[in-house]
């Protein structure tokens, strides 16, 4: 009889956590998954950049890409404007200057 008790505790316990883990399922498939897909074709995207690509930065400055080097790229950001910007720095590629220019 007391190991029926244990076994019927047990199974409850378990029908308690199961609402918690499906909304653990569903925070994962929903935020988690598509935010580590986004880092990820940020990175390819950094690692593929080249001179002469319009870029944005997390900051908001948008320019063109004129020296790529190991950890950074220089980048002129106006007429006679040129800084040097960590690639972490980089939120993405410029598309609306891309298809003006």
Do not use: H
């Not at 505790?9 to 998954?33: C, D, H, K, M, N």
């Not at 690692?47 to 948008?62: E, Q």
């Amino acid at each position: 009889m007391q190991t029926f008790l244990i076994f019927q505790t047990g199974a409850g316990g378990l029908i308690q956590l199961l609402p918690i883990l499906l909304i653990i399922l569903v925070f994962y498939f929903l935020i988690i998954r598509p935010q580590q897909r986004r880092q990820r074709q940020l990175q390819e995207t950094i690692a593929n950049l080249k001179i002469g690509d319009r870029i944005v930065t997390t900051g908001g400055v948008i320019g063109v890409i004129t020296t790529v080097r190991d950890t950074s790229f220089l980048i002129r950001s106006a007429d006679k404007s040129i800084l040097e910007i960590a690639r972490t720095a980089i939120a993405g590629i410029d598309e609306e200057g891309r298809q003006a220019t």
